[in-house]
């Protein structure tokens, strides 16, 4: 009788497919918008892409010598788990120094694969299945994903272009239920390019301390703003300790490749993630901190020349964007238009892709960046001026046909 109940027990868990082996919370994850739309872009040729969120400068040269030269001498072992010490004093002084936000070393600052482990690491050390977390859109595609993965659940906020894509306190409280517990926070925003100033945060910062909530701040595009310094969260009143600050080396100093972030906060939170990072990835790769470590010591300026033109670029796509007849609010910060494509009666997806297909222009239908993205098509000027000429005489051009049925 028992071995009767042993083969029905096995009988009826019997899987009939490999993906029956997946949990659900990867089966229910939905693909990448932006990279199904690349795929596209695959298969066409003299196609100018707007889509990568990714600078098209090369990583400065010395930098790139600094990891060169540590290979030299033999430095390919496993650094501490927390990052090398003289990365880390050089992320606490860097960000003493730019943003007014000191960080101790040796317990307050982890280094990690890309700005994107630091985020994953916090909200795996944060949720407890069935929290929710917070997340104003739109806003880069992953943090939705990841807070699943980890057992959270995914709420978002809208924001609007004609509020400059800014989260209000309002709607925030308005989201806000007993089961939240982390706000996730992305200024300078990617896909919108809208900043948040000391003033715009007050509000915000007392909605959190309200409420008891943990913020991850994403500060990767905080070298990137245009006439308006950036203003850390976690520079407010109250605010330090409540914040994990995250950031990384991909989009101010163009090092996207070699995978090198941190996230700041609390030596209790930061232990707490050093912990799953120590059992996963073990350490960031060892040339690429000291990389790091020449990147923040000695390439402040080209930094500089890049932000530069960066913003040469901005004034000319959302000028260009204009001149079309797109609605385009002035992006403050990162290096991204979010242009409307709403007056042209086509979703953000059929634009994009009519836009591939007929004017051979690539760039990410808002859609996929979650609520108030529809209608928008996000743009990336990290390319060059003629690039970007040419782009917009093809968009132009698009649109024209459009009008003219």
């Known amino acids: ?203 915000i910062a007392k ?11 994403d500060e990767i595009y905080a070298e990137l703003t245009y006439g308006t310094k950036h203003c850390s969260f976690s520079a407010m009143p109250g605010m330090r300790d409540r914040t994990i600050l995250v950031s990384g080396f991909s989009k101010a100093f163009a090092m996207t490749g070699w995978r090198l972030g941190y996230a700041c906060g609390h030596p209790d939170l930061i232990a707490a993630m050093l912990k799953i990072h120590q059992y996963t990835v073990m350490c960031a790769p060892a040339m690429a901190q000291y990389a790091g470590v020449e990147a923040l010591t000695r390439g402040l300026e080209e930094k500089d020349r890049m932000v530069d033109a960066y913003n040469q670029r901005r004034r000319l796509v959302v000028k260009g964007f204009r001149d079309i007849g797109l609605e385009c609010h002035e992006p403050e910060g990162a290096f991204y238009a979010f242009p409307s494509v709403k007056a042209t009666g086509l979703t953000s997806e059929k634009f994009a892709e009519r836009l591939l297909e007929e004017g051979g222009v690539a760039a990410v239908p808002g859609d996929v960046f979650g609520l108030g993205g529809e209608g928008h098509l996000r743009c990336s000027y990290a390319t060059s001026v003629s690039n970007l000429a040419e782009a917009l005489d093809r968009i132009g051009g698009f649109v024209h046909k459009l009008k003219q049925g």
């Open 207 to 217: 909605v959190v301390e309200d409420n008891d909530l943990i913020v991850i701040s």
């Open 1 to 203: 009788m028992i071995k009767e109940e042993e083969e029905l027990v096995r009988t009826k868990v019997k899987r009939q497919a490999m993906t029956d082996y997946l949990t659900p919370s990867v089966q229910n994850i939905k693909p990448s918008g932006i990279r199904r739309f690349f795929d596209l872009v695959n298969t066409r040729k003299d196609v100018i892409t707007l889509g990568v969120g990714e600078p098209d400068f090369i990583t400065p040269w010395h930098v790139r010598e600094a990891a060169v030269y540590s290979l030299e001498r033999g430095k390919t072992q496993y650094t501490s788990n927390a990052g090398l010490p003289a990365l880390r004093e050089a992320i606490g002084q860097y960000l003493n120094d730019q943003f007014q936000t000191p960080y101790d070393p040796a317990s307050e600052i982890l280094v990690t694969v890309g700005g994107s482990e630091a985020i994953d690491l916090a909200l795996r050390a944060l949720i407890v299945p069935g929290d929710e977390i917070l997340i104003p859109e739109p806003c880069y595609i992953s943090y939705s994903p990841i807070t699943a993965l980890g057992g959270g659940v995914p709420v978002g906020i809208e924001t609007f272009a004609e509020e400059k894509f800014k989260l209000k306190a309002e709607s925030l409280q308005a989201a806000i239920t007993p089961r939240s517990k982390v706000l996730i926070l992305c200024y300078p925003s990617n896909p919108t390019g809208g900043i948040m100033t000391y003033e715009d945060w007050l509000p």
